[in-house]
């Protein structure tokens, strides 16, 4: 790096031009008029299809697989399988043949074509009910004890034992998982992926395919979706490059939305016996808690407990995994964090009912055992009770209603953050053009956008100045983008890469301009001597001092821009239909923090996104497994819900943005709103109700039977 | 019923006259009642067959299995991506395009179908690099995040506009009620439906 002399932190709050304002994103003209292409509009000449066969069992072992009949079949040109006699399966849904064939259509026809015999074995649907669960499929206890349990129990004035939960839910991504695999000759190869990870892409495919990293375009423009469900190829993926390095021709795999639902990526379920003990007056001294959960066929369900108040400060935890015979977890905003904020909130509102508080109150009197989050919390508890007018609304479970009844509820979250490994290059032009590349990818979170802003805010530009090229494997790599990390990462890499390119530029043109370079800035659009706005050249005239070549300047995440650990708060207005046990989110209030804001529009969308989401997740999804067959029930989009424009009422995002919250750095916003609206809305339920729905999603029948209207 | 290629028993009667049926020699028939005859005969293929569509303001001519639908042949035959494919079964709706000015599910439509009708996707709707209203209110108000749900949204809320330019919160929830987004933009997607609806001062919406 040259030395640094434009001063690489962030401008304060007030001194911004672009940063911290709302700015519309730049792929925005492409998505609205269909000009994004994504992985599954890749359509290369003499394309074939891949589709497969798959297992209808949730376990069952190979005992023959024919593709004969499909290999001869109209169009295909390709018919495998891809599993052997006696090879166990452990889900229903996972890839048994494939064929390839010339046409959508008669690809679809050749898979049903394929004749598979199995051995059906006994497996695991039960995961709600612990006692249910065959021990086979139970896993060992993880237990952890801190302070005297038994004596803040027996000392307790107020002991309160309740159940929470929430099912195994999927990521549901709307674009599915897969790829375009296009081998140009025997050593080259071109790949389209619809990833959360395309720097890491051409290592993959030459691990799976032998063809040297060197040689392997992979590339991701956009993608429609990921949510943690797209870090790496899957064997999908790798029978697609099997194809096409045997037949030489493009192949598409796009995962069909059964198979999507059944196999790409769920959420473990989460459930628990809570017990709380506390004084009199609200203060929570002791926390013993039973866990279990399922992760599928694969992966951790273990929860964090309890949540947020992790400094109570008598604890006795135990957790055992459960193995259902369901495609295997993966990670999904905000891992862990949204099964235990339900079952803390879930406890601490049905603990203040027991002791006549509000909630609100409660947690107020509890916040130090928030730790280091507490004064943010305090000052978001404030802004959600005048957003949400909750003080003024809030009411006791017990006030009588009629059959429409309202309640109010809320819940508390954190999330880490930092910054993922991140390069870029900076490039100035002779011509006055700026462009970035970078290996990251835009999930739509807005990546692309917050890049482009920090390097046009660096370089006193206009946004549109700056062209940002991402998604491709040859640029600078960058991180996948997971747990929050993405926008630390790429936003100190952008300004390093800009500051650099401005220092560097400022030294073509300090003698033109009469001063040295360390007192030039770069703002509205002109290089200009510091305290001297007379002295300034126009930045297109200065970029003709550049020389033969582009200047580049070098960018590389950087610690010292970007922070971690953020904590927001969520309230939900519900009413509930107590006959037909219908929940309807009215209003539901975010506060957010998330240190330094670069897009603030595109900031709520990711706050209002998670929201909606966890909305979905309280109220609408489940995989539900045949317990008899073990097949997934509603690989589909009609009984696996997802929220529509009609089912989540009026939000309201405030984001925290004032130069304390500013200071602190960049910090990452795709978890944080996820996680509390289960438990946010959970409790609106429980306050309407005078009753707790103990399970997520919040059916009908879930609260007709927590009404003792239905039978079990 | 009306026959979506606006051909009618009758009117294929008439045509051809009854003589030709009762002799039921199909190779006596002309050229225009082999086409009528085919076009009302629900048994055709099982291989490729040639039609023609009338979208975005062209007449294309393609060969599609019967069995394709008009999501298909728009993305896999005509390189028409725009249009998504996500449930396939008429739930989603991110394959919404419009049929004779009406919001439809092109996954649930069979391309030979759609022949005779005016189709217009996506792809239609900006002039050039110029967006139209609804769409340069989609980007104004962050009605995308991922974007695959987004062009459905697009075509549905041009649909709702055309039938209701001033579309309340009731008329934009029912409008758009056909469509679901996975990443959560609902708030952009109302505001802006609603925005684009609400006459601009001194100008159209």
């Not at chain 2, 049929?99 to 391309?111: E, H, Q, R």
């Amino acid at each position: 790096m040259s030395s640094m002399r434009m001063d690489k932190n962030w401008p304060k709050l007030e001194d911004t031009r672009l940063l911290g304002k709302r700015v519309s994103r730049l792929d925005g003209p492409d998505k609205v008029s269909g000009r994004a292409k994504y992985t599954y509009d890749q359509n290369p000449k003499d394309l074939l299809y891949a589709k497969f066969a798959w297992c209808p069992y949730g376990r069952a072992k190979i005992k023959s697989i024919d593709v004969t009949k499909a290999a001869e079949m109209p169009g295909v040109v390709s018919a495998f399988a891809l599993r052997k006699e006696g090879d166990e399966l452990r889900y229903a849904g996972v890839e048994v043949a494939v064929v390839a064939a010339d046409t959508e259509e008669r690809a679809r026809e050749a898979a049903r074509a394929i004749v598979v015999e199995y051995e059906v074995l006994p497996h695991n649907a039960e995961d709600k009910d612990f006692a249910a669960v065959p021990k086979e499929f139970l896993g060992k206890p993880r237990e952890r004890k801190a302070g005297d349990v038994d004596k803040a129990f027996a000392e307790a004035e107020v002991k309160h034992t309740g159940e929470y939960g929430c099912a195994q839910i999927t990521h549901c991504c709307l674009e599915p998982h897969g790829s375009v695999s296009h081998f140009k000759d025997d050593e080259h190869v071109a790949i389209w992926s619809s990833t959360q990870a395309i720097s890491g892409i051409a290592e993959q495919v030459a691990s799976i395919s032998g063809v040297e990293a060197k040689n392997v375009e992979a590339v991701c423009h956009v993608l429609g979706g990921g949510f943690g469900s797209k870090f790496s190829l899957d064997s999908w993926d790798a029978t697609a490059l099997r194809i096409a390095e045997e037949t030489k021709r493009p192949v598409k795999v796009m995962l069909e939305r059964d198979q999507e639902l059944m196999i790409a990526g769920s959420r473990p379920s989460g459930y628990a016996k809570v017990q709380i003990a506390a004084t009199n007056d609200g203060t929570l001294t002791g926390w013993i808690s039973e866990s279990w959960g399922s992760a599928g066929a694969g992966g951790s369900s273990n929860l964090s407990l309890p949540y947020v108040f992790n400094g109570i400060p008598n604890v006795r935890l135990s957790h055992a995994g459960i193995t259902t015979h369901a495609g295997p977890a993966r990670a999904w905003r905000a891992p862990s964090h949204p099964q235990s904020a339900l079952v803390t909130m879930s406890a601490i509102e049905d603990a203040a009912a027991l002791l006549g508080m509000d909630p609100l109150a409660l947690v107020r009197k509890n916040l130090a055992l928030t730790g280091p989050l507490a004064d943010t919390y305090a000052e978001e508890l404030d802004v959600a009770d005048r957003m949400m007018q909750w003080s003024a609304k809030w009411k006791p479970r017990d006030s009588k209603q009629g059959v429409i009844r309202t309640g109010h509820g809320l819940s508390l979250h954190t999330w880490g953050g930092g910054g993922h490994e991140s390069n870029c290059d900076v490039r100035i032009h002779s011509d006055g053009t700026v462009d970035l590349s970078m290996g990251t990818q835009d999930l739509g979170t807005g990546t692309k956008t917050v890049v482009a802003i920090v390097v046009a805010e660096t370089l006193g530009l206009p946004l549109e100045a700056v062209a940002v090229r991402i998604g491709e494997g040859r640029f600078p790599p960058s991180g996948g983008s997971g747990g929050s990390t993405t926008v630390g990462g790429v936003s100190s890499s952008a300004r390093v890469g800009a500051v650099d390119a401005a220092n560097q530029l400022f030294a073509k043109v300090a003698a033109e301009l009469g001063a040295p370079a360390e007192r030039l800035e770069a703002r509205d659009g002109v290089i200009r001597v510091i305290d001297e706005p007379g002295k300034s050249i126009a930045f297109k005239d200065a970029c003709r001092l550049i020389g033969p070549n582009p200047i580049v300047g070098h960018g590389k995440e950087d610690g010292s821009l970007m922070n971690s650990g953020v904590g927001g708060v969520q309230m939900a207005e519900v009413e509930v239909d107590s006959e037909t046990g219908v929940v309807t989110v009215t209003k539901f209030v975010a506060v957010q923090d998330c240190g330094t804001i670069i897009d603030l529009k595109t900031a709520e969308s990711q706050v209002f996104g998670g929201v909606i989401m966890g909305i979905t997740s309280a109220l609408y999804e489940e995989r539900v497994i045949d317990p008899v067959t073990g097949m997934v029930l509603n690989p589909d989009l009609e009984f696996y819900r997802l929220a529509g424009i009609g089912d989540i009422g009026e939000i309201e995002v405030h984001m925290m943005q004032t130069e304390r919250h500013h200071s602190r750095g960049v910090i990452g916003l795709g978890e944080p709103p996820a996680i509390s609206p289960m438990a946010a809305v959970a409790n609106a339920v429980a306050n309407a109700l005078g009753v707790r729905v103990p399970r997520c999603p919040i059916t009908p029948r879930e609260v007709l039977l927590a009404l003792g209207k239905a039978g079990a | 019923m009306s026959d979506p290629n606006g051909l009618s028993r009758r009117h294929f009667l008439k045509g051809v006259g009854a003589g030709a049926i009762v002799a039921g020699s199909i190779e006596a028939l002309s050229a225009e009642a082999r086409a009528a005859a085919q076009a009302a005969n629900p048994c055709v293929g099982p291989g490729a067959v040639p039609i023609k569509l009338s979208i975005n303001g062209s007449v294309r001519e393609l060969a599609v299995e019967p069995r394709t639908t008009l999501l298909d042949a728009l993305r896999n035959h005509l390189d028409l991506t725009g249009s998504k494919k996500v449930c396939d079964r008429a739930t989603c709706g991110a394959c919404t395009v419009l049929i004779d000015g009406k919001a439809a599910y092109s996954c649930t439509t069979l391309a030979i179908a759609a022949q005779g009708r005016t189709i217009e996707t996506v792809e239609s709707l900006a002039n050039g690099a110029e967006l139209a209203p609804i769409q340069k209110a989609f980007v104004e108000h962050d009605a995308q995040q991922c974007g695959f749900c987004t062009p459905g949204f697009v075509v549905a809320s041009e649909a709702l506009l055309r039938t209701n330019a001033s579309p309340d919160r009731a008329a934009v929830l029912e409008g758009l009620g056909g469509n679901l987004c996975r990443c959560g933009t609902y708030v952009g997607l109302k505001k802006a439906c609603m925005s684009a609806g609400a006459p601009a001062k001194g100008g159209r919406r």
